[in-house]
């Protein structure tokens, strides 16, 4: 039978860790943000775009949780880098449109020489997000694409409208492009069902938050998708195409990460066939 003072030590040890765990994935986890340098070969990319470097940014989520301190060490963090394009990826505010002029002044003072791209997410309000972006000098892609030159070389980035609050047009974003490498931005990776059908090379997506909570061998058990986990975070590839799912850098409906720690992408584009 075990002792009274057995039951107490170890139910002292219970309510420490608990504790324990509790502060690490409000306090600190949410803000120990991860750098992942991941390197993406794509065929026929053209000599002048060997070793593009394209930062992303993803569910930033401004709001009481998450502050304007912590958006703008990203925001530092990001410039670091000396990314040539930066990526936006989507749900820029949560819980209140009230907090968009805000996170959108700090994004403002990210730095790209080729130029900074975003798309909408499930989270961002279509009208007044693309005001506020646009108005910060951020170009917003909805359904549609830019040509990225270098001399007469030239590559594709387009983006397109949120898979759950936006109407996608894949046909009309696609319009006009050859065959020279295609970089997809697509909110939810949820959309590589139907764009592995489409002449697309790569996608860059985020919306998971790799779960946000993950436990130890087993892994997240929410994950908003379709798919459950399979696309919670990290390198896939469908048929010729290749996505990247960023875990994010913000929060949404509480206030924890737990083993899906921040997450800031840098990506260098290098010539050649992608073994995933």
């Known amino acids: 039978m075990i002792s009274r003072r057995t039951f107490i030590k ?4 219970c309510v420490l860790g608990m504790v324990s765990v509790g502060g690490y994935s409000h306090f600190l986890e949410p803000r120990w943000v991860e750098i992942n340098n991941v390197t993406i070969k794509l065929e026929d990319l053209p000599t002048k775009f060997e070793g593009l470097r394209i930062a992303q940014l993803s569910d930033i989520h401004h709001c009481e949780y998450v502050s304007k301190d912590f958006i703008r060490n990203c925001v530092h963090k990001t410039n670091a880098l000396c990314p040539d394009v930066i990526v936006l990826t989507g749900d820029y505010v949560f819980g209140s449109n009230d907090y968009l002029s805000s996170v959108a002044k700090e994004l403002s003072e990210l730095k ?3 130029g900074v791209f975003a798309i909408l ?15 910060n000098g951020i170009r917003l892609l909805i359904n549609e694409h830019i040509v990225l030159y270098r001399d007469n070389a030239y590559i594709f980035i387009a983006g397109i409208d949120d898979l759950w609050k936006g109407e996608i047009d894949i046909k009309k974003t696609l319009k006009g492009m050859d065959e020279n490498p295609k970089i997809l931005l697509a909110h939810n990776p949820d959309v590589i069902e139907t764009i592995q059908y489409e002449d697309v090379d790569f996608v860059i997506s985020g919306h998971t938050h790799g779960g946000q909570v993950c436990f130890p061998f ?32 913000g929060v949404s409906n509480l206030p924890v990460r737990f083993f899906a720690r921040p997450e800031i992408t840098l990506f260098t584009i290098r010539n050649g066939l992608q073994q995933v």
């Open 10 to 13: 170890g139910a002292g040890g």
């Open 112 to 114: 790209a020489k080729e």
């Open 121 to 135: 997410g499930n989270h961002d309000d279509k009208g007044s997000t693309y005001d506020e972006l646009q108005r």
């Open 218 to 249: 087993y892994g997240p058990p929410i994950v908003y998708s379709k798919f459950g986990a399979r696309y919670a975070a990290g390198l896939f590839r469908e048929r010729n195409t290749l996505m990247y799912v960023n875990r994010g850098i």
